[in-house]
């Protein structure tokens, strides 16, 4: 079951000059920046209500978010939901024909289990779902 909208990720080039930008715009000091192996990507959150917005700049040129800069340029890259069991929302989703991008959950940022929905599966929206570990 999804439960919230979790975060807003947000693809940057540089994350020591983007936490500049929103530490004024959210009157925040700059977030912990937490560097996410498994998914080539240093990421820092700012929380807004029951939900937060996540910077992702990644650590490698072959990583997909650095493919997806290259073509799209810096913006919003995708929406996260939580939910309450991921493996069953996954089964639920593919009975429904919504097509994954990986077929199991991988370690996230910020303590959770992660997969991400391909964009042609929901008009051209990546959607990534989460949940605590």
Known sequence: MITKINHIGIVVKNLGLSTEIFDKLFNQNSPEIEAVSEQQANIAFYPV???SIELIESTSKDSTISKFIEKRGEGIHHLCLEV???REEMNR???LDFQFINEHPTDGGDGF????IHPKSANGVLI???QKK
């Open 49 to 51: 209500g029951q939900s």
């Open 84 to 86: 309450e069991n991921i």
């Open 93 to 95: 989703l593919k009975n």
């Open 113 to 116: 289990l992660v997969a991400f």
């Open 128 to 130: 990534e779902l989460a």
